[in-house]
């Protein structure tokens, strides 16, 4: 929740100028992407940098009365290419579970969306030297019966 629509727009006007100034280095070399809020995803939906875009959640559900749920259609209907599932804040804030990321993931699957499963462990885990434990039982659960060649795993720790 920290930018703004016009902060929004005023970072692709940003991201235009230093582009044009560096296609040559980036064109056909790397994939750009912005995770902005889901109310400034418009902002961005009709680039013409090949910038592309990333939604910071979404439902499980596929439609129906799920008041402040952003749906897998919403988010194609908006250009979204990537949605990012399990993000640190989620888990800490919205006990996201990781079967819940897996639902989410397999539904941004099967509407065509690249999931970002996030993973990572808390600082009391990391203290405890749990990481691996705490990543690998996440990826299992949250990875589960997925075709993981379509997925981006984002190691975010809690700390």
């Not at 559900?61 to 990012?84: F, P, Q, R």
């Not at 691996?132 to 060649?149: F, P």
Request: overall charge negative; charged content about 25%; proline content about 2%.
């Amino acid at each position: 929740m920290n930018s703004t629509f016009s902060t929004t727009k005023e970072f692709l006007k940003e991201f235009q100028s230093l582009y044009s100034l560096n296609s040559k280095t980036y064109n056909q070399k790397a994939t750009f992407a912005v995770a902005t809020p889901f109310t400034n995803l418009a902002a961005l939906k009709d680039n013409d940098l090949n910038l592309k875009l990333a939604a910071q959640n979404m439902s499980f559900y596929e439609k129906g009365a799920y008041t402040g749920e952003v749906s897998a259609d919403m988010l194609l209907d908006l250009n979204v290419s990537y949605v990012i599932l399990g993000h640190s804040e989620q888990r800490q804030y919205h006990a996201e579970t990781d079967e819940n990321v897996n639902k989410k993931a397999r539904l941004a699957l099967e509407k065509n969306l690249t999931p970002i499963v996030c993973v990572g462990e808390t600082l009391e885990e990391y203290l405890a030297g749990k990481t691996k434990e705490v990543v690998k039982a996440q990826l299992a659960a949250s990875l589960k019966d997925l075709d993981v060649t379509k997925v981006i795993v984002a190691y975010e720790p809690i700390w």
